[in-house]
């Protein structure tokens, strides 16, 4: 998933004048929604409102609550909202764990994952630390 970019035509603006967009963890995790929508597209069809709808939520819920969050007027409900999605990306991570054990998804594609995943959660951790 790598080289991917988001150019959107928007110029959302928080209180404090900063753009969501702009956020590198915000693009990332926009990159890891794509890749969990390209890997559920090979799961089983009876899975469509099992694992991969599970899966398709808690992955749009990291760059939503970002967004949501450098939306707010305080830092600490700022990095309240990253804290939250800290663990949204854990659940994600577990589904996927569970998604290759049940051979839904090969091993190239498990590490593609898990290394867009490590990528978020280093950048997550950056920016909660850094609002500290």
Not at 43 to 58: C, I, M, S, V, Y
Request: with cysteine.
């Amino acid at each position: 998933m790598t080289g991917s970019s988001f150019q959107l035509p928007v110029s959302s603006t928080s209180a404090a004048g900063a753009r969501y967009e702009k956020l590198l963890v915000w693009k990332k995790a926009m990159e890891l929604v794509q890749l969990c929508y390209a890997l559920s597209q090979g799961f089983p069809a009876d899975e469509k409102f099992g694992l991969t709808a599970q899966r398709r939520r808690a992955t749009i819920s990291i760059p939503s609550n970002i967004a949501e969050g450098q939306g707010r007027t305080s830092k600490g409900e700022f990095k309240q909202f990253l804290s939250h999605e800290r663990g949204s990306l854990f659940e994600v991570e577990t589904q996927m764990y569970l998604a290759s054990s049940l051979g839904f998804v090969t091993a190239a594609r498990h590490a593609e994952f898990f290394e867009c995943s490590a990528e978020v959660a280093r950048l997550l951790n950056g920016l909660i630390s850094s609002l500290r």
